[in-house]
């Protein structure tokens, strides 16, 4: 090694240099690991078979193009087939949809509730977190054995002795009835995040806004309207975007409550069937990258048109 690289060695910039990529190092190679390469090997698997046949000898599978994505689109479970079933896709779609507008929904009435100076305020904050800190497993037996199909079951027991109904009604086993049920599960569990994102927000507003409307007569619903609602949109349409993308997801809630079963299948739930129940890991893969597609395509969307129209308001 000569003088003059040994110089630039050991110059300040070069440690600096190698300081930096020492510390980066650990971090880059947990992400490449954790969440770089699983991506990349799911799209590489979505495109072979796969299956308990060949697991041992992953890399030698043989390449099967776009077969896994076809058998997905022609799967019963996948597709469209009217109001009698809707299929995975549709399914994930309305499901996304209606629970992440409830939740901020539900959010919203309970920051604006909270945002009002009252007597135990704090420990009514600390109660509306209990849904959304209390262990998924937890609170998803609790609602099933507030829903329990047998005569036991809360719903059920209560609706009799009020001679409501007169035999019990298996409420997450109605098709129909058991979506709308796991939609507000959703609702319920998550609204504590975006009542936290919208109470944060609320109390940056400046009061003397509302003070300024209410000497020009302005009524509580042109206040919210006018003010409440554009001071907080930037804040909504971020957590209708991570709620959306999370709940597009979820696996956990509607697995727990239904098992996937009459018609809650959405497309986590058929990715885990297709892979663990079926153990084709191959057409597993093309329905995460199917959901991963329609995700991609929304969230584009979303921030090309909605959020660029809200910023240029």
Do not use: C
Not at 111 to 116: A, G, I, K, P, T
Not at 300 to 312: K, L, P, T
């Amino acid at each position: 090694m000569s003088v003059a690289t040994k110089s630039n060695w050991k110059s300040l910039q070069a440690r600096e240099t190698r300081l930096a990529w020492s510390l980066i190092l650990p971090t880059a190679i947990i992400v490449f690991g954790l969440v770089i390469f699983p991506a990349v090997f799911s799209v590489w698997v979505s495109f072979h078979d796969i299956g308990l046949h060949n697991l041992n000898d992953v890399f030698n599978a043989s390449f099967v193009g776009f077969d896994n994505y076809r058998k997905v689109f022609e799967d019963f479970a996948f597709k469209f087939q009217g109001t009698q079933s809707w299929g995975a896709a549709v399914t994930s779609v309305v499901y996304s949809f209606a629970a992440t507008i409830l939740t901020i929904v539900v959010g919203l009435i309970a920051s604006l509730l909270l945002n009002r100076p009252f007597r135990g305020r704090g420990l009514a904050r600390a109660i509306f977190l209990f849904p959304y800190v209390a262990p998924i497993v937890s609170v998803a037996f609790v609602w099933r054995w507030i829903l329990d199909p047998r005569p036991s079951g809360v719903i059920n027991d209560v609706l009799m002795r009020l001679g409501v109904i007169e035999l019990p009604k298996a409420y997450l086993a109605t098709r129909g009835l058991a979506l709308l049920l796991v939609i507000i599960f959703e609702a319920w569990r998550y609204f504590p995040f975006a009542m936290l994102m919208i109470l944060a927000r609320l109390q940056a507003v400046d009061n003397t806004l509302y003070e300024a409307a209410e000497v020009d007569g302005a009524s509580p619903w042109q206040k919210f309207w006018n003010i409440t609602i554009p001071e907080l949109r930037y804040v909504i349409g971020a957590i209708f975007l991570l709620r959306l993308m999370w709940t597009f997801n979820k696996f956990d809630d509607i697995f727990l409550l239904t098992g996937g079963g009459f018609g809650t299948k959405v497309l986590p739930v058929l990715t885990y069937e297709f892979s663990f129940r079926l153990f084709d890991f191959g057409r597993g893969a093309a329905t995460a990258m199917i959901l991963l597609a329609i995700l991609v395509v929304f969230m584009a969307f979303y921030i090309g048109v909605v959020m660029r129209n809200v910023e240029e308001e």
